[in-house]
């Protein structure tokens, strides 16, 4: 059976700092993609950082060579209904982390993370390292 993972942002930074332990899992992927939002944090952060012109430039190449999803209106659809199930059972995650999950449900994606609250979205498969 086919492998596909999302990269969460921690996953990303991991997988651009080349951490051997990510590494171990992601190898198992018969494919990585990386949601759009995932990748506006990235940006935020290489903006915000000490070293801005190097750190933009290790974004563009990640983004480059990534397979990049956008969110689109069912993208927008998978967010509401992941929301109001965390509303309902007093779970609220981060919005950015909402449309994370959209993205891996919507493409029926496993997601590497290390955030323990994607736990609590029912139906989404992750993985840690």
């Known amino acids: 059976m086919p492998r596909y993972f999302l990269l969460d942002t921690n996953?990303?930074?991991?997988?651009?700092?080349?951490?051997?332990?990510?590494?171990v899992v992601t190898q198992t992927a018969d494919q990585l993609f990386v949601s759009s939002v995932v990748l506006g944090e990235l940006y935020f952060g290489a903006e915000n950082s000490a070293k801005r012109e190097k750190n933009m430039q290790t974004v563009e190449q990640f983004a480059r060579d990534g397979h990049i999803l956008s969110c689109d209106a069912e993208?927008?659809?998978?967010?509401?209904?992941?929301?109001?199930?965390?509303?309902?059972?007093?779970?609220?995650?981060?919005?950015?982390?909402?449309?994370?999950?959209?993205?891996?449900?919507?493409?029926?994606?496993?997601?590497?993370?290390?955030?323990?609250?994607?736990?609590?979205v029912e139906t989404l498969t992750t993985e840690t390292w």
Do not use: Y
């Open 11 to 23: 996953a990303a930074i991991a997988a651009i700092n080349g951490d051997s332990a990510l590494l």
């Open 75 to 120: 993208t927008a659809r998978w967010f509401g209904k992941i929301r109001k199930q965390l509303m309902v059972k007093g779970r609220p995650i981060p919005v950015n982390d909402l449309w994370i999950a959209a993205t891996a449900l919507q493409h029926n994606l496993a997601l590497v993370t290390r955030d323990a609250h994607f736990a609590h």
